[in-house]
């Protein structure tokens, strides 16, 4: 079938282009997608050239849901099912398959969501039941946020603190899915904007880094990224305890410099954690479906997609809106 | 009810590099027309194609269509000596084969631009329900002349105000009804006409699409050039 591609060929141009599609995998319609901080890097041509020049032209976009457009054997038309970006070599799903480097990952190593039609295994859907399904377009950034947590989970307790830094959509998530497993451990967020921490639980300290009281935490989720991230990395591991853990989420593409003689003084593990796999979707969607109406608030904007313009313009937005732009595709 | 008429009856005689119509080409291993065909099947507002075929071609296109008509939605007709003969056979076999209301919807489509867009199709459904009859347009990038004689200018309209006309074309059942089954025309003005022209003829209200620049008409062999070269760059 004749599919159009919604493809960023160079900074800020989108264009339509025809392609062919593979009937043979489960093609769905995308319905809400979002833009993630990755895309618009893409987008705003804020990666290496020599890369820009390596993965262009691309079809952004790795978070989102659709509409299956055509019965399958395993997911019927009009089905709605949120899409897992990370396509294993193997199309079977294993261990670490969201770090294998032979593993596609959609907007980046291969066209994202930006489509007509996605053309996606069926291995990578998950159905959603529920009517009211526009808060799953999260599943993704939150399934960030269950993969980071899970790989500390040894080493959480009752009396573990936790620091958040941070106080965008990502931090939110990481808050959420901390809350949703661990009813009782204390957390401390650190963040820039009061109108932002507001959207917290009202049950964990936030801390406005203006006038922040800093206190030694155990396990700590750095979620800022960009410029940012060499000064609060480096503040983390200066207030962290000893052999504590500091997972590292945001990205940065001006390399930061880190205080390694801090993290062997104190014997400091930090863990880079920025793709997730299969299971993390599901748990991330059983979260999200209990808080619908918290991770309701993460959506900033909806905005309806008729045209090209429609889709930069979601872009610019996104540049000033305090958690997500979520794009309701209508191409 | 939604049905979408392919229109596939063209005799492609301005594609003079082929000895068969140009909607049974086959690019990406398929027909033209089955493309175009999948872009309908797939779309969740279509409830059935149907397609009127001259009856040299129907077994070809049987056979095309054999492993995308799992649903059985789609069903041919006979075809006609023209565009509007061939809607016209369509228009009776809906009479005849479904049970069709009034304010029920049919969009009529060239099989042969196979760049239709989902967008387009859904907006023409959209839109039909204000109007009897809904027209895909597209600005004209360049200036549009009238010559009454092929020889001189007669007129150059104001550029704002002329577009080019496009499918899909949609319309309420009663619309074509009313135009292919009780009306008569004049033989010219039926066979120069397109099926938004003979509405227009007859008052009904018609709105307008804005098309797409891809949603261009396969015509002549530079345009069966264009398309495949879209698809294979896409390769690269």
Known sequence: MINTKYQLIAPKKIIAYPSTVDNSKCLVKPKYLSICAADQRYFF???????????????LIHEGLGIVAQDNKEFKKNDVVVMYPNCSYNNNHFANENYDLKSKFMSSSTDGFLQEFVSISSNNLIKITDD??????????????????????????????????????LAFCV???????????????????????NFFSQSINKQNIMNAMYEPFDIGFECVGGQNAETIIN????????????????????????????????????????????????????????????????????????????????????????????????? | MTIAIILAGGSGLRLLSSKIPKQFIEIEKKPIIVHTIEKFLINKNIDKIVIPCNLEW?????????????????????????????IKQAVSYIKKSFAIKPNDIILTHDAVRVFIASKLINENIKKITSFDCVDTIINSTDTIVVSQNKNTISEIPDRD??????????????VLEDIYLNSTFDETIFNKS???????????????????????????????EMVKLILNNDKH
């Open chain 2, 194 to 224: 397109d099926a938004c022209k003979l509405a227009f003829i007859k008052n009904y209200k018609i709105g307008c699409v804005l098309g797409e620049p891809l949603n261009f008409k396969l015509t002549n062999d530079f345009d069966l």
């Open chain 1, 175 to 197: 808050h959420m899915c901390l809350l949703s497993l661990y009813k009782n451990i204390k957390i401390t967020i650190y963040g820039k904007y009061d109108k932002k921490l």
């Open chain 1, 132 to 169: 009211d399904y526009l808060p799953y377009v999260l599943t993704e950034i939150n399934s960030i946020a269950v993969h980071a947590i899970d790989s500390v989970r040894n080493y959480i307790n009752e009396k573990t603190h936790v620091a958040i830094f941070g106080d965008g959509t």
């Open chain 2, 58 to 86: 129907k077994q070809f296109l049987l056979d095309s269509i054999k492993n995308i008509n799992t649903h059985k939605n789609i069903y041919i007709c006979d075809g006609g000596n023209s565009r509007n003969d061939s």
């Open chain 2, 161 to 174: 105000m002329m577009f080019l006309g496009q499918t899909p074309q949609t319309f309420k059942y009663y």
């Open chain 1, 45 to 59: 041509g804020l990666r290496d050239p020599k890369i820009l020049a390596l993965k262009l032209p691309l079809c």
């Open chain 1, 235 to 331: 503040d983390a591991i200066n207030l962290i305890n000893p052999c504590g853990i500091i997972c590292l989420l945001g990205v940065s593409e001006t390399q930061p410099k880190i205080n390694t003689r801090l993290i062997l003084e104190k014997g400091l593990m930090l863990v880079g954690r920025s793709r997730s796999q299969f299971n993390d979707f599901k748990e991330s969607i059983k979260i999200i479906s209990k808080y619908k109406n918290e991770y309701s608030k993460l959506i900033s904007e909806l905005i309806v997609i008729n045209n090209i313009s429609d889709i930069e313009n979601s872009f610019y937005k996104s540049l000033s809106s305090d958690f997500k732009i979520v794009l309701d595709w209508e191409l």
